[in-house]
């Protein structure tokens, strides 16, 4: 819990570990409200879109002309002068390594010319706490991170303190959203196109490998659908191309659920009925059938359900801003040193002990 505090703070949040350009400017009241002043995030779709994904290099590239622009931006519509500013907060990582070296930098330099704290913030933390940035939800909670990088669940007892309970052992959720979409020739970002294909499907026209189902622990697996799927795409017709979009959505949201539920029963073991929240976050969270199953599972427990606002679940800088503010809250602040880690997990402890990337790899990364 945050200490007491007099004044409000106000921070200046910098996003660039992937393909997005974002700056924006949140509000901690000394109450603990939330407001996002601004939130710019500046897309770099159509230079990656003729590659089918991200391209690092050309990412890099793009933030270093886009974020001067992206961050005055933010700070012209927020409508505050500097010197009501408290601090700045840069994702120093997870996330591909010359975007974040591009954010962090420029965090520095603001900070350094204006004389303000500096938070390096980690894009995973900066999750955990989008949903605050729609609705007061106290800590502890339980989070299942679905994005295009990561899919875990965590415990989150409040800042700097999450315990990992499952991971996944080959590709992420959005990952598999991803690559799925293109086997079905959709246009890159993947988990959008598929979902809107999957709109007009029938999901019980394809019977798709249920990984993991009903086993024990929480970790998550999507490479068997994610091949299954693929070889489907590349046979089936036209006319049945959104039956399978819908059935490998379903399949998702199925094994998201699953996996879910085993997790709130572990956490339900030493957690009290009014403190059984459940949050699910990252850009998968902005998946509407993503969501419903979850939303489902959730009351079927008894646990309440939060979502981040639909702008929030994707990569944007007012959900880094917020978890520098409560990192600020708390004393904690980086020195202009500070490193811009590629990987950098949530609960190192856990990811030393039982690592999701095996050895050949370059560490824990989620
Ligand atoms: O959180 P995010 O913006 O970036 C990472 O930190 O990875 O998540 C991006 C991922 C992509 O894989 C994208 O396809 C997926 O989230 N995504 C969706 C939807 N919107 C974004 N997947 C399924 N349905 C959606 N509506
Ligand atoms: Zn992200």
Known sequence: MSPPR???????????????????????????????????????TEQHAPFGGVVPEIAARAHVEAIDGVAAEAMARAGIRWEEVSGVAATAGPGLIGGVMVGLAFGKAVALARGLPLVAVNHLEGHAVSARLGARIDYPFLLLLVSGGHCQLLRVDGIGACTRLG?????????????IAKSLGLPFPGGPALERLAASGDPGAFDLPRALLGRPGCDFSFSGLKTAAARRAATCSDASRADLAAAVQLAIARQLADRTRRAMTTCAEDLPPGERRFVVAGGVAAN?????????????????????????CTDNAAMIALAGAERLALGL????????????????????????????????KA
């Open 288 to 312: 509407g059938e993503v969501r419903a199953t979850l939303q489902d599972l959730a009351s079927e427990l008894g646990w309440s359900f939060h979502a981040p606002p639909l702008a929030y």
């Open 167 to 179: 991971s996944t052992i080959d590709d992420a959720a959005g990952e598999a959203f991803d690559k």
């Open 6 to 44: 007099m004044t409000d703070l106000i921070v200046l949040g910098v996003e660039t570990s992937c393909d997005e350009t974002a700056a924006a400017v949140v509000r901690l009241s000394a109450a603990g409200e939330v407001c996002v002043l601004s939130s710019v995030v500046g897309l770099q």
């Open 333 to 364: 602040t980086d020195p202009l040193s500070a490193p811009a880690r590629p990987r950098w997990p949530l609960d190192p402890a856990a990811a030393a002990a039982r690592p999701t990337h095996l050895p050949g790899r370059k560490g824990a």
